[in-house]
């Protein structure tokens, strides 16, 4: 099955400074790689996604850079502010795989400072 | 916007009882999922479900769980012998096509 790896565990940041976590994943099956931001007892919150026929998007401060051929994603927030700070979570899936099941990453603490 | 809903939002029970855990996932959706996090830990998969039937199941889906959809909007998982292992969030999500929508949770702590 899929094992996604995800670093680093935790990061730690100046406000205005970038932030960039990076995940690989093990299916070269997989084609959807979804990214969810997860507050303290809240749930995971969908911030970013790409499918394997894109190598990069953008939405504001958050992009999403993907190597197919090393099976390597990674999320880069810039400009972070103190509100960015969460657990984040990479993860990847097979589009039209019966199950659609989405496999994550052990998840990253963000700690964003004033 | 419309939401996945999940209900008890905390659930207490007795190590060996049965518990029902209730989602009603978004309105035209028609994926449905069960997860789980052990606190501090990463989201696992524990079922999916279309057509009214299970799609797909991982290990941790043993035949202590169980999924139902009773009607048109409620999605549960039972688990029926619950363990202290069991303690955990468990989120229900629903998609139509590739983006999974999380409910809030439901906190299950076995005593």
């Known amino acids: 099955g899929e094992n996604v790896e995800q670093h680093p565990s935790t990061l730690s940041v100046q406000e205005g400074d970038s932030a960039v976590i990076k995940c690989t994943y093990s299916?070269?099956?997989?084609?959807?790689f979804p990214w969810y931001k997860q507050e303290l007892g809240k749930r995971p919150q969908l911030i970013i996604d790409?499918?394997?026929?894109?190598g990069e998007k953008k939405d504001q401060r958050i992009a999403v850079t993907l190597n197919k051929t090393a099976k390597h994603f990674s999320l880069h927030i810039t400009e972070t502010q103190p509100e960015d700070s969460a657990v984040y979570f990479c993860?990847?899936?097979?589009?039209?795989?019966?199950?659609?099941?989405?496999?994550f990453g052990g998840g990253t603490r963000l700690m964003v400072k004033p | 916007e419309p939401e996945v809903t999940q209900t008890p939002s905390h659930q207490v029970t007795q190590m060996g009882q049965e518990v029902i855990l209730r989602c009603v996932p978004i309105?035209?959706?028609?994926?449905f999922y069960w997860y789980r996090q052990i606190l501090g830990q990463k989201v696992e998969f524990l079922v999916s479900?279309?057509?009214?039937?299970?799609?797909?199941k991982s290990e941790i889906f043993d035949d202590q769980f169980s999924v139902e959809r009773p009607d048109g909007s409620n999605f549960t998982l039972k688990i029926r012998s619950t363990k202290l292992e069991d303690s955990a969030m468990y989120f229900c999500a629903s998609t139509l096509d590739n983006e999974q929508f999380f409910g809030p949770g439901t906190r299950l702590t076995v005593l």
């Open positions: 309105s035209n959706h028609l994926y």
């Open positions: 299916d070269s099956a997989s084609n959807y």
């Open positions: 790409i499918r394997s026929n894109v």
């Open positions: 993860a990847a899936l097979i589009i039209n795989n019966a199950g659609n099941m989405l496999t």
């Open positions: 479900f279309y057509n009214n039937e299970i799609s797909e």
